[in-house]
């Protein structure tokens, strides 16, 4: 009723002059992860962090441990490879998105997105997806730098695709724990802070590194139901061989589980951040 | 026509601080409503309600009608807002910044640049907006900000301090595009701590302190509570201060307040004759002048006026 009066008074209104169009969420979300890609694109150098840490992890790893847990690091890298894989995906995306999202909203371009009739979660989903490059860009170095170090697929091409899926589905899907805290911190270093505290429980106590059996117990029970383990073991089946089902389904269970939890809470706390 | 916004009543308290404490802001179509005030007397907090981004404790606020809590994705379709800090993307061009927020209200690519076009040349950035905003002067991201909240023609846009930060050049020309946004009916709320703004460009102004409307008017209105204007004259010569005090006595008849090197004198209601006459009469008696102002009473002496203290203290 009221815009019929605003028209009257020759004052363009949106909701009135535009229909509706559909998919709306769908659209603003792919818009602003299209904004995020640009920024990433003018500006590589943030990217770096997704570029060489899947290097450095695994030239460390080998050629620290190697010799010592498999006798040999050609061994050895067969062994890691997998599970340096899924680290790569957790830290990918984790550590930048919190990131991002937290400077966003300290320059106020969020302000204005919030009072856009947008959907409340757009922005949000539009940085988390644009994060998705870096997935692609670090598995892409990860296995170039394996094959160049002699990691070989023991497997098929699309058994290796759905190892890095599951992976990037874990970080991803993790990776919502840190918009939260991007959204719910203030300062920009506690931000960095707590995700790497957070991060590396999750993402060293597993069983990547080292046979869960040479552990002590109550590491072992960690160990064992940390979601990231079940990553790695399905990594491990998906490309070097072994039992894949049971790992891969918990893993997309508690990616899905980490979704369902830590994105509702994200938008929510962006909601009501003033 | 009603108002195009109006808040009522508006409570907001963050922990143990009472940021509104009962304000009451209104302004009709094709109008621009000042809300004056110092730093902390609940400005932004107004605007974010007004504007969705928050809600109120109590009270309501409706924008066309539509309350601002329970309609407010429909509020969001009629408001443009530009914020205190620059509310524009740094890493993208000027007509990237303009093209996404057009997109985000649902218009199709090609309108969305049209739009772009128009509103880039309108706020004078055709040149640069090509450029990316992160090489921009403050000048030119403020005006890529205001040019931002029209982009969907909005019924009200809101402008938190738009010139905060701006030297007086800049300023000056961030006014002439503000009093050019109404110009297509819609209302402009504009916070700021300067009367002189407010008087420049608002066709009325709300002064809140503490969370409340301590007075509203025209500016005329307020200038008049506030004391009218003062005239201040610095002569080359310190040693003639005696006399310029003189002669600003007699134009204006009130009491005169030598600092330092600096003589003023309020004059009452309209300034304007009292200033031509004390022109003559310095230029008369042959007093070179270093300065020579008529000006409004600052944010701090109106405040003084309407609550017998001084803006420092009612920030603190």
Excluded at chain 1, 58 to 64: K, S
Excluded at chain 1, 149 to 154: A, I, L, T
Excluded at chain 1, 233 to 238: E, I, K, N, T, V
């Amino acid at each position: 009723m009221s815009s019929d009066v605003i028209l009257e008074s020759g004052i363009g209104v949106r909701g009135a002059e535009r229909p509706r169009r559909r998919y709306r969420l769908v659209r603003h979300s792919l818009l602003l992860a299209g904004r995020s890609l640009t920024k990433t694109r003018r500006s590589p150098g943030v990217l770096s962090d997704a570029l060489f840490m899947p290097i450095i992890f695994l030239l460390l790893f080998v050629y620290l441990f190697g010799g010592a847990v498999s006798g040999s690091t050609h061994a050895y890298l067969q062994y890691v490879f997998p599970g340096v894989l899924v680290m790569t995906m957790l830290l990918a995306g984790m550590l930048a998105t919190g990131l991002s999202i937290n400077t966003d909203i300290k320059k106020g371009v969020f302000d204005r997105f919030r009072s856009l009739p947008i959907g409340r979660s757009a922005p949000l989903v539009g940085l988390v997806l644009g994060d998705v490059i870096r997935y692609v860009v670090a598995a892409v170095v990860l296995f170039a730098t394996g094959y160049l170090m002699g990691f070989r697929v023991q497997t098929d091409v699309p058994s290796a695709l759905a190892a890095a899926g599951l992976a990037t589905a874990l970080g991803f899907a993790m990776g919502w724990i840190n918009v939260l805290i991007g959204v719910l911190i203030r300062e920009e270093v506690v931000v960095q802070t707590v995700a790497f505290l957070g991060i590396f429980p999750l993402a060293f106590g597993t069983n990547m590194v080292v046979p869960t059996d040479t552990m002590p117990g109550w590491l072992q029970a960690w160990v064992k139901v940390n979601p990231v383990s079940d990553a790695v073991d399905a990594a491990r089946g998906l490309l070097v061989g072994g039992p894949v089902a049971h790992p891969a389904a918990m893993t997309l269970l508690w990616s899905a589980g980490f979704l369902a939890v830590f994105a509702p809470l994200a938008v929510s706390a962006y909601r009501r951040r003033s | 026509m009603s108002y195009a916004f109006q808040a009522n009543g508006l409570v907001k308290r963050f922990g143990k601080t009472t940021a509104l404490a009962g304000v009451e802001l209104a302004a009709r179509p094709g109008t621009v409503l000042g809300v004056l005030g110092p730093n902390g007397a609940g400005k932004t907090t107004a605007v974010r309600i007004l504007a969705t981004l928050l809600r109120p404790d109590a009270g309501t606020a409706e924008v066309c009608g539509l309350d601002v809590v329970r309609d407010a994705a429909k509020v969001r379709e009629l408001i443009g807002l530009t914020g205190q800090y620059a509310s524009v993307d740094e890493d993208l061009t000027a007509t990237e910044n303009l093209v996404l927020i057009g997109r985000l209200l649902d218009m199709r690519k090609a309108e969305a640049q049209a739009r772009a076009a128009e509103l880039l040349e309108r706020f004078e950035l055709t040149d640069d907006a090509g450029r990316r905003v992160s090489t921009y002067s403050g000048g030119m991201r403020r005006r890529l900000d205001l040019a931002a909240s029209m982009i969907g023609r909005p019924a009200v846009i809101y402008l938190d301090e738009p010139t905060t930060g701006l030297d007086p050049g800049r300023r000056e020309e961030a006014w002439r595009l503000i009093r050019s946004m109404t110009d297509g009916g819609g209302a402009v709320l504009l916070t700021t701590q300067y009367l002189e703004e407010a008087d420049a460009l608002a066709d009325e102004i709300t002064v809140i302190d503490h969370g409340t409307v301590i007075a509203s008017g025209t500016p005329a209105e307020l200038k008049r509570i506030a004391g009218g204007q003062t005239i201040s004259v610095r002569p080359r010569d310190p040693g003639r201060l005696a006399e310029v005090a003189v002669i600003l006595h007699a134009v204006s008849g009130r009491e005169v307040e030598s600092r330092r090197d600096m003589v003023s004198v309020p004059v009452g209601g309209d300034g304007d004759g009292a200033f031509t006459e004390a022109v003559r009469r310095l230029d008369a008696a042959g007093i070179g002048v270093t300065e020579l102002s008529l000006r409004l009473p600052s944010l701090d002496e109106v405040f003084f006026t309407l609550t017998g203290r001084h803006t420092e203290e009612v920030a603190a």
